[in-house]
C-alpha cells in the first residue's frame, strides 16, 4: 500500500466518523495515520532484527509495562492502549509510553520482543502453590477483554516438561477446588497470562 492509498483509507475513516457524529480531534487523527504508515509500509522493517524496543525503556518503566501486559493479556494489551490514546483517557501507570515513546514505539513492538522479558518476570511456581486461572484458556471462550475473565482457584500438584520442534516449554499440572485436574502446557510461554498466583 503507498502513500496515496494510506491517505484515502485514512480520508475513509475520517468520514465515516464524522457521519457516525463522532468526529477526531488532530490528535486521534495523528494517531491513526501514523499507525496506518507503519502497518502499511516498509518504514518500521528498517530496525537490526536484534534490535528490541523494550531495551530502550528504564528498569520502572519496563516493569510497568510488563505487569500491564500480564493484566491485560497477550491479545489485547497493544489495542487496549491505542484505544485509551484515541479516546484521550489516561493510561494509568502506562502512560508515560504515550507522553514519551508514542505510536511509532508501540507499532515496532512485537511479541517475540516481549516473551523473554515476560519469561524471566514470571515468578517461578512450585507444587502447593495455589494460583487461579482464567476462563480464557478454553479454546471455546472467544472474548478476550479481560473485564469479562472469570478466574477460577486451583493448587499446582505437577510440574513437568515438554519439547516441540526442539523449544522447550514448562507443563503445569492443576486441580480446581471441586476435585477436576487440568494440565496446562507453556505455563509461562503462550498460557502466562491466562494464571495468577491466588490472594492469600
Given amino acids: 500500500m503507498d ?3 494510506i491517505q484515502s483509507l485514512l480520508e475513509e475513516i475520517l468520514h465515516r466518523c464524522e457521519q457516525g457524529q463522532n468526529p ?6 495523528e494517531v491513526i495515520e501514523q499507525v496506518l504508515l507503519e502497518t502499511f ?3 518500521n522493517h528498517d530496525l537490526p532484527n536484534d534490535e528490541n524496543p523494550l531495551d530502550e525503556l528504564t528498569s520502572q518503566q519496563l516493569e510497568a509495562l510488563l505487569e500491564f501486559i500480564i493484566e491485560q493479556g497477550e491479545q489485547s494489551w ?3 492502549l ?17 507522553d514519551e515513546y508514542g505510536p ?15 519469561e524471566t518476570a514470571t515468578p517461578a511456581l512450585n507444587i502447593g502453590d495455589r494460583i487461579e486461572v482464567s ?20 493448587t499446582v500438584i505437577d510440574l513437568s516438561e515438554g519439547e516441540y520442534q526442539g523449544r522447550r516449554y514448562q507443563i503445569c499440572l492443576i486441580r480446581f477446588d471441586n476435585g477436576q485436574a487440568l494440565e496446562i502446557p507453556g505455563i509461562y510461554q503462550w498460557n502466562q497470562y491466562h494464571w495468577r498466583f491466588a490472594p492469600q
Avoid at 491505542?82 to 504515550?98: A, E, I, M, P, T
Fill in 82 to 98: 491505542l484505544n485509551d490514546w484515541l479516546q484521550q483517557r489516561d493510561s494509568g501507570k502506562v502512560q508515560f509510553l504515550r
Fill in 24 to 29: 477526531l480531534s488532530q490528535q486521534q487523527r
Fill in 104 to 118: 511509532q514505539w508501540l507499532n515496532r513492538v512485537q511479541p517475540h520482543h516481549v516473551t523473554p522479558y515476560l
Fill in 78 to 80: 497493544k489495542s487496549r
Fill in 41 to 43: 509500509t516498509d518504514s
Fill in 3 to 5: 502513500y496515496q492509498q
Fill in 135 to 154: 476462563n480464557l484458556i478454553w479454546e471455546w471462550v472467544q472474548d478476550d477483554n479481560p473485564d469479562n475473565q472469570d478466574w477460577y482457584p486451583g
